[in-house]
């Protein structure tokens, strides 16, 4: 496919570091999107602070680069406002989960129809490589120079607890499912969230020893292991292991369509 | 006649990751001076998993095409 | 035609003045002494098909609002003290990317949790620097239930024209107290919506530094493409480290307002061209004031009171013309001296500035007024 159309060339070459899956999953977005033939004055990438939320800078739509932790909300303005756009939100796992936790779960909770592409790189990467939510148990971070000694946030588990019709999981590596979950996703009329595995190589690879940048996506070949294969695997084989696959995918009544009803009802009275 | 597979590589944009050299079944591709390079097109599948992981939007790949004669060759 | 006459709360007030302004969103949180206008919209914007939403905090009513703007509509949010504290950053968002929004806050007792259900006039200072780096702002404090309605319809037609937030301050006591007001037939209401851009998409730069200092703004979705950051940018929108640009931009964002400050600022003079005393207030406090000022006057005092309606950009011509005259100026306020500091440096040596200050969460009393303007004579 040709990339060139969707972007803001003369931005290039992007910020990302030598080997970082930011870009990789850009282009599935990208691929997605064109799957489904959208409009580009249609379409709104809202992002929050971190190297995620870079993307919106390089792609020729609506975008919005917002304010640590508060795309969701944002976001969410947007979508009222303008029911008719195709809003995506890019965040990453610090940015959604800590400082922005309380909008996921009131979105995915709302089931309002976002888009959220959430890019999991287990650290705080822009600002260093301080510890996030996500950093597994014993890893280390600038922040965490003992080694992370907290428990993970279940990303998935806690968006469809809190009411998401549609949650997925891939890495950058698997580039083809991880189009097809992120078109399914857009498709979807309800809150929809993807993680997306994009390992950094600059902050997190290199504290924790993880090799080359190169590494870090080439080794998620064998560290993936797909939803249904994992539902025979021990808690110990799963160790260390990234479950991939289609989460959750329900159907819920969408916030705005409810919010139109109640406003027609209201303006016939 | 056989239109051969065409890799483009951006050398600009490209940040010489090499995840493109190792992903590629083939052996097409290669690292010099720091970037991609095409080293032997013949091989090309046209599987498109350089371009599918460049990080850099730096690799765009065409791939072969078949003439319709060939059925019959 | 129905009867425009009510008996109205400052609160309900400022949501119809929303309304009439042409507002079709609302995201909020509930706070008192706030919480009515929220209630208000709930039931009346989806009437007419606007869009009402109690987000998960403040910080998120903030962040929508914004996000409403960028999609075309006309947003409000109201809060008070510690909402409008967390509400801070994004107000700093909407400021530097210049997106119209009207934030009000009914000011209540502080710091931090403080009278939740008493008037105070505490958070003047945080509604001009509550949000950190040098920003533009408008803050507007109305003294009664018509002017809160009127000011309202000021502060949408304000953001929308200069394309900057704008603050409405009101206080516990502006913002419950009822009053009979007969209010204007909507469709007379001069409105102003923000300028559009005339040109090709191709050539559209959403920051454009020309002579008027406000860019034009498309509305997401409208077929302009392009890119709203908090970071520091240029005129394309896009961030920047260039010194030259950085200086460009942050000069024209914080000076835009300067151009337009004949029709920003208002002040409300009330038998001030022979005084010798002065009053310089706002909001409830003049209320009290006004009585205080008659008072003296039928006493024989030349007391002469400019009420403050425009508090950011402050007036300092006004304040400073007025302080020619002046041996004394007295500035009665709900809080400890937060405008009598700012009135110092209008007046310049001109008039001695004696503060009435009360933060007990009780209005201020005539009778301390008089007693004031008393010691100066």
């Known amino acids: 496919m040709d990339y060139l159309p969707y972007l803001r060339k003369d931005k290039f070459p992007h910020i990302w570091c030598e080997g970082c899956g930011d870009g990789i999953a850009l282009k599935a977005i990208l691929r997605a999107i064109n799957n489904l033939g959208l409009d580009k004055d249609k379409i709104a990438m809202v992002s929050g602070i971190g190297c995620s939320s870079r993307t919106p800078g390089y792609v020729d739509f609506n975008t919005l680069h917002t304010t640590h932790g508060r795309a969701i909300a944002f976001a969410t303005g947007l979508k009222l406002a303008r029911p008719e756009l195709t809003v995506l939100v890019i965040s990453g796992d610090g940015d959604a989960t800590a400082i922005g936790g309380n909008h996921l ?127 025979t695997m021990s808690a110990e084989d799963l160790r260390g292991r990234i479950i991939t696959g289609i989460l959750a995918d329900r159907e819920i009544p969408e916030y705005v369509n409810t919010y139109d009803k109640i406003m027609s009802s209201a303006q016939r009275r | 006649m056989n239109q051969k597979a065409r890799v483009i590589i951006n050398e600009i944009w490209c940040k010489g990751c090499e995840i493109c050299v190792d992903i590629c079944p083939r052996k097409v591709l290669v690292m010099q001076d720091f970037v991609a390079k095409v080293d032997d097109i013949d091989q090309c599948t046209g599987c498109m998993m350089c371009e599918l992981l460049c990080p850099d939007f730096a690799i765009v790949v065409h791939p072969a095409e078949k003439s319709k004669k060939s059925i019959t060759e | 035609m129905n009867s425009r006459t009510f008996m109205m709360q400052g609160n309900i007030a400022v949501a119809e003045g929303a309304i009439d302004a042409g507002c079709r969103f609302f995201a909020g949180y509930p706070i008192t002494p706030s919480s009515e206008i929220a209630e208000h919209l709930s039931k009346k914007l989806p009437e007419i098909g606007g869009r009402f939403i109690q987000m998960e905090d403040e910080i998120a009513a903030m962040g929508a609002v914004i996000g409403a703007s960028l999609g075309g509509l006309k947003s409000l949010t109201a809060t008070s003290g510690p909402g409008f504290s967390l509400k801070q950053e994004n107000i700093g968002y909407a400021s530097m990317t210049e997106v119209p929004v009207v934030i009000v806050n009914v000011m209540r007792g502080g710091p931090s949790t403080g009278l939740p259900t008493l008037p105070a006039q505490g958070d003047v200072m945080q509604a001009r620097w509550g949000t950190h780096g040098d920003h533009p702002i408008i803050t507007l404090v109305p003294a009664s239930v018509r002017e809160s309605y009127d000011m309202t319809v000021q502060a949408f037609n304000m953001s929308e024209k200069y394309r900057v937030p704008v603050i409405i301050l009101l206080d516990e006591i502006i913002g419950h107290v009822y009053e009979k007001v007969t209010l204007p037939d909507p469709l007379t209401l001069e409105l102003v919506k923000r300028k559009k851009p005339e040109m090709a998409p191709d050539d559209y730069l959403p920051y454009i530094n020309d002579e008027s200092m406000i860019p034009p703004m498309a509305n997401f979705g409208d077929g302009y493409r392009y890119h709203v950051t908090g970071l520091v940018h240029d005129e394309t929108g896009f961030p920047t480290n260039d010194t030259a640009k950085i200086e460009a931009m942050l000069t024209r964002l914080n000076t835009k307002l300067d151009k337009y400050q004949d029709e920003i600022i208002q002040v409300e003079e009330t038998d001030t061209d022979d005084a010798k005393i002065g009053i310089v207030t706002y909001g409830s406090s003049a209320r009290s004031s006004r009585f205080a000022q008659r008072q003296a006057r039928e006493a024989g005092i030349p007391v002469g009171m400019l009420r403050i309606q425009t508090l950011w950009p402050f007036p300092i011509q006004a304040i400073h013309e007025f302080s020619k005259k002046l041996s004394h100026i007295i500035v009665p306020e709900l809080n400890l001296g937060q405008i009598a500091h700012e009135v110092e440096h209008a007046v310049r040596g001109n008039a001695e500035v004696l503060r009435v200050n009360k933060i007990t969460g009780e209005p201020i009393n005539p009778e301390e007024i008089i007693l004031k303007i008393k010691e100066c004579v």
């Open chain 1, 105 to 231: 779960i009131h979105a995915a909770r709302r089931n309002i129809n976002l888009t959220v592409l959430l890019y999991n790189n287990h650290i705080y990467g822009m600002t260093g490589g301080q510890v996030s939510p996500t950093t597994p148990m014993g890893d280390f971070a600038t922040t965490a120079p003992y080694g992370g000694m907290e428990n993970n946030f279940d990303i998935a588990g806690l968006t469809i607890a809190a009411g998401a019709s549609f949650v997925a999981r891939s890495t950058v590596y698997h580039a083809k499912a991880l189009e097809r979950m992120i078109e399914a996703a857009i498709k979807k009329n309800g809150f929809s969230l993807v993680e997306i595995m994009s390992p950094c190589p600059t902050a997190y690879g290199k504290i924790n020893k993880k090799g080359l940048p190169k590494d870090l996506v080439l080794n998620q070949k064998t560290q993936a292991v797909n939803l249904e294969k994992s539902k």
